[in-house]
Structure formats: C-alpha cells, structure tokens
Nanobody
Framework: VQLQASGGGSVQAGGSLRLSCAAS????????IAWFRQAPGKEREFVSAVTWSGGDTYYADSVKGRFTISRDNAKKTVALQMNSLNPEDTGVYYC??????????????????WGQGTQVTVSS
C-alpha cells in the first residue's frame, strides 16, 4: 500500500486544518489507517485511526473533541479534520496503514506502510 499525505500548513492557535491521506496499490490488504505525529525532539505519537470496513474510529485523549477522522472507501482516502488547534499540535503528521486485523492501534510498529508526512505548524 502506498500512502500520500497532504493538507498541512501553518495556522494560528484556534484555527483549523484538514489533512488527507490517499491510499493506492494493494489497498485491499489495508485494514486500518492511522495518523501519527512527531514534534521536534519527541517520539512519534498516535493521533487517530479509522477502519476501512466498519468505520470504527480511535482518538488520542489529547485530540478528542477537536479532531475528527473519516474515510471514503470509494476514493480510498482518509481525512483528519483538526479544529481548535494549539501549539502542542505542531509536528509532522504521518498516515500509516496496517494489514493486521484488530492491531494495537496506538502502536506504530503495528503499521506496515507509511506516507511521507506533512508539516503542521500552530503558532500562539
């Protein structure tokens, strides 16, 4: 599975951004798509995930109520709508795919394919 992330940018605190992840290739082998982010000097952390089949969604506590993940099965895209952004949301955002059924969604090593990342910068 090949993944292409887009939609990053720079916004002020309180603003919004919408990220998109387009999947191609052997997409039938993908069971779940997740977003992770990595801030400078910090480890990569889980943000959100959605399953292709049932549309089950998962969120990190830090983004619940502010971020919404959705998928379009026909277009094989996953979107992450990010509202009420704050400087702590700054980082490179990566989308990732796992072919495992019921993986531990917040663990990066459960994912087999990764996109190239898109930068999100939130200024105060």
């Amino acid at each position: 599975v090949q993944l292409q992330a887009s939609g990053g940018g720079s916004v002020q605190a309180g603003g919004s951004l919408r990220l998109s992840c387009a999947a191609s290739g052997r997409t039938l082998s993908s069971w779940i798509i997740a977003w992770f982010r990595q801030a400078p000097g910090k480890e990569r952390e889980f943000v959100s995930a959605v399953t292709w089949s049932g549309g089950d969604t998962y969120y990190a506590d830090s983004v619940k109520g502010r971020f919404t993940i959705s998928r379009d099965n026909a277009k094989k895209t996953v979107a992450l709508q990010m509202n009420s952004l704050n400087p702590e949301d700054t980082g490179v955002y990566y989308c990732a795919s796992s072919h495992y059924v019921h993986p531990v969604v917040a663990i990066s090593t459960e994912y087999n394919s990764w996109g190239q990342g898109t930068q999100v910068t939130v200024s105060s």
